[in-house]
C-alpha cells in the first residue's frame, strides 16, 4: 500500500472516532429548540427547574433592532392560590411556548402550548410528558391571553376536575398565571374551588 494512501485512510479513521466520541453540543441544543418550537414534547426535568421568562421582541430591543413580535417562552414551577391559601399540588415543572403566527390578523392562528412533568401519582406522571394547546384570544405588547379551555392537565394539578383555564402572560410584570374558572358541562358536583395557578421558580 502507498504511503500517501495509509496517512489518508488513517486520518479518516481518526476523524470518525472522534465525532462519534464527541457529538456536538451547539447542534444538540439548536434540536432540542427546534422541537419545542414545532410542538415535540421535550426533555423536562420535574426538580429544580429555573423560572426563565423570554420574551423574543423584548431581547431585540434589548440589542438594538428590532424584531417583529411573535413569540415568548417561560419555563418554571405551578404554584396555586384559592381564597388567598396556597394549595397543595405535586412537584411539577413546565414548559410555555407562545407563537404568533398571523402578524397581519392580530392574534389568528396564535397558540400557547404548554408542556407539564409532575410528581402526581396519576398523569401527569413522573417521567412523562403531557402537553396543552391554548388558542390565543390577545395578543398585545403587555399581555397576552388565550380562550379558555377545559381540556388542560391543568385541572389535574388543580385537583379539581370541572373546571377551565385561561392563561394570561404579563409580558411587563414578566409573569404567568392560569386563571381557573367553574363549567357546568359534564360535571355533577359543584367545583370546590377556583385557583390561579401561577409559574415560579422553586426555592429548593
Not at 415535540?40 to 426535568?45: D, E, F, G, I, R
Not at 385541572?155 to 376536575?161: D, M, R, T, V
Request: with cysteine; net charge neutral; charged share 20%.
Amino acid at each position: 500500500m502507498r504511503p500517501v494512501l495509509c496517512v489518508s485512510l488513517a486520518i479518516v479513521l481518526i476523524s470518525l472516532a472522534c465525532q462519534s466520541a464527541h457529538p456536538t453540543s451547539a447542534a444538540q441544543q439548536a434540536s432540542t429548540k427546534q422541537a419545542v418550537g414545532r410542538g415535540v414534547k421535550p426533555v423536562l426535568s420535574i426538580f429544580h427547574q429555573p423560572y426563565v421568562f423570554t420574551d423574543f421582541t423584548a431581547i431585540g430591543n434589548a440589542r438594538g433592532f428590532r424584531v417583529a413580535d411573535t413569540g415568548l417562552t417561560a419555563t418554571g414551577s405551578w404554584i396555586a392560590w384559592a381564597g388567598g391559601v396556597r394549595l397543595a399540588i405535586a412537584d411539577n415543572a413546565s414548559i410555555v411556548n407562545c407563537n404568533r403566527p398571523n402578524q397581519a390578523g392580530g392574534a389568528a392562528g396564535g397558540v400557547c402550548e404548554i408542556f407539564y412533568a409532575s410528581a402526581e401519582g396519576n398523569p401527569p406522571s413522573l417521567g412523562t410528558i403531557w402537553q396543552d394547546a391554548f388558542e390565543i384570544e390577545r395578543w398585545e405588547r403587555d399581555e397576552i391571553a388565550t380562550k379558555p379551555s377545559s381540556e388542560t392537565y391543568l385541572k389535574i394539578l388543580a385537583g379539581e376536575p370541572c373546571l377551565q383555564f385561561r392563561i394570561r402572560i404579563d409580558r411587563e410584570a414578566r409573569e404567568v398565571t392560569a386563571i381557573g374558572s367553574p363549567i357546568s358541562a359534564g360535571c355533577s358536583g359543584a367545583t370546590v374551588r377556583t385557583p390561579v395557578l401561577r409559574l415560579y421558580q422553586r426555592a429548593d
